[in-house]
Nanobody
Framework: QVQLVESGGGLVHPGGSLRLSCAAS????????MGWYRQAPGNEREVVAY???????NYADSVKGRFTISRDSSKNTVYLQMNSLKVEDTAVYYC????????????WGQGTQVTVSS
């Protein structure tokens, strides 16, 4: 079993920054893709960014140039640095870990609220 614990969400003004963290424990192996999704009220859950087994990063077009995903394999932790936040970034952000590819069935965190408001 895998447990994911997220932290770092909160309320921030437009243009501000937040850093999300997701610590994984349990039956974790190095061959896992790790990533972040988000879901705003009334919207479907969408991928924000993910980092593959090989370390390649991918971003949704809406966050390119503003968000950075990274991982510390020694700590089984993935981070999402979010800069230049916009009101439309407001959502619940979920961490996911999946074998090999982020699209595979995997494990989800409980979610952390990010609110961008003036």
């Amino acid at each position: 079993q895998v447990q994911l614990v997220e932290s770092g969400g909160g309320l921030v003004h437009p243009g501000g920054s937040l850093r999300l963290s997701c610590a994984a424990s349990g039956s974790i192996f190095r061959l896992n893709a790790m990533g972040w999704y988000r879901q705003a009220p009334g919207n479907e859950r969408e991928v924000v960014a993910y980092i593959s087994v090989s370390g390649t990063t991918n971003y949704a077009d809406s966050v390119k140039g503003r968000f950075t995903i990274s991982r510390d394999s020694s700590k089984n932790t993935v981070y999402l640095q979010m800069n230049s936040l916009k009101v439309e970034d407001t959502a619940v952000y979920y961490c996911k870990v999946a074998p090999v590819t982020i699209a595979a069935p995997g494990y989800w965190g409980q979610g952390t609220q990010v609110t961008v408001s003036s």
